[in-house]
């Protein structure tokens, strides 16, 4: 099962094979993995089993029809989410590692379960398929220190898996921002007011994708430049949601 992420040695990272079947298992170092996770491990990541069906968000009874409060008092300009996982342990751990400490091995098994479980989606009708894919759009000075956008590396995984293309620079930021962790969602709307600029044709049907939603503010924000340029069917597609 999976313990304390923060345990793992350089050595033991070095062992690690976190992208093929076989190998050991990132989180417990099982040697029953598949791509990067044991099922064990896979088996205790948290699922956003019952959520609003237009946000996400974690509800606490079970539906998955229902609208929250917020998306009924005001309704986001996107029309739908696949956000399979809750952002809550085990699977925060391995996003943090993954996207502040860029240690990728953490968020490629999440990445292909992701893509497995769009796929099946797709398949039964669950979901549309869009005609692109929008990573959500970093800001270039946090970008060069971090070294990668996680957003276009999830959108450029799971659009190669899908055959989907993505459209990286469909949309830029065009002003630097306070980090958004450390707002509320008031403040991360009005933060984000005027942030983004569409740069190109906007396809009807697109997914915004992101790694973590949490108030949902750059998701709305974002859905709004898109609708306004054209977009006539706007999804969200991201790894996990905030419990409210």
């Given at each position: 099962?999976?313990?304390?992420?923060n345990?793992?040695?350089?050595?033991?990272?070095?062992?690690?094979?976190?992208?093929?079947?076989?190998g050991?298992?990132?989180?417990?170092?099982?040697?029953?993995?598949?791509?990067?996770?044991?099922?064990?491990?896979?088996?205790?990541?948290?699922?956003?089993?019952?959520?609003?069906?237009?946000?996400?968000?974690?509800?606490?009874?079970?539906?998955?029809?229902?609208?929250?409060?917020?998306?009924?008092?005001?309704?986001?300009?996107?029309?739908?989410?696949f956000?399979p996982?809750?952002?809550?342990?085990?699977?925060?751990?391995?996003?943090?590692?993954?996207?502040?400490?860029?240690?990728?091995?953490?968020?490629?098994?999440?990445?292909?379960?992701?893509?497995?479980?769009?796929?099946?989606?797709?398949?039964?009708?669950?979901?549309?398929?869009?005609?692109?894919?929008?990573?959500?759009?970093?800001?270039?000075?946090?970008?060069?220190?971090?070294?990668?956008?996680?957003?276009?590396?999830?959108?450029?995984?799971?659009?190669?898996?899908?055959?989907?293309?993505?459209?990286?620079?469909?949309?830029?930021?065009?002003?630097?921002?306070?980090a958004?962790?450390?707002?509320?969602?008031?403040?991360?709307?009005?933060?984000?007011?005027?942030?983004?600029?569409?740069?190109?044709?906007?396809?009807?049907?697109?997914?915004?994708?992101?790694?973590?939603?949490?108030?949902?503010?750059?998701?709305?924000?974002?859905?709004?430049?898109?609708?306004?340029?054209?977009?006539?069917?706007?999804?969200?597609?991201?790894?996990?949601?905030?419990?409210?």
């Amino acid at each position: 099962m999976i313990k304390g992420l923060n345990w793992l040695s350089t050595f033991m990272e070095q062992k690690v094979n976190s992208v093929k079947q076989g190998g050991l298992c990132v989180a417990c170092l099982s040697p029953n993995a598949f791509n990067g996770l044991c099922q064990p491990c896979r088996d205790d990541l948290p699922v956003n089993r019952w959520h609003c069906r237009c946000c996400a968000l974690p509800l606490a009874f079970p539906s998955s029809e229902l609208l929250c409060g917020d998306c009924l008092k005001h309704p986001p300009p996107f029309e739908t989410s696949f956000v399979p996982w809750r952002y809550q342990y085990p699977l925060d751990g391995m996003i943090g590692r993954y996207k502040y400490n860029g240690q990728r091995k953490f968020g490629r098994p999440l990445m292909s379960d992701f893509a497995g479980l769009l796929e099946q989606a797709l398949m039964d009708g669950s979901i549309t398929r869009p005609s692109a894919l929008v990573p959500a759009p970093m800001d270039a000075r946090r970008r060069r220190r971090r070294g990668f956008n996680q957003a276009q590396d999830i959108a450029e995984t799971i659009g190669g898996q899908l055959d989907i293309p993505v459209a990286t620079g469909l949309v830029e930021r065009v002003r630097r921002v306070r980090a958004q962790r450390e707002l509320n969602r008031q403040a991360r709307l009005a933060n984000l007011r005027g942030v983004f600029e569409v740069v190109s044709e906007v396809p009807e049907r697109v997914a915004i994708v992101d790694d973590v939603v949490t108030t949902g503010a750059t998701v709305r924000v974002l859905a709004s430049v898109l609708r306004e340029a054209g977009a006539r069917e706007i999804q969200v597609w991201a790894l996990a949601r905030t419990p409210g």
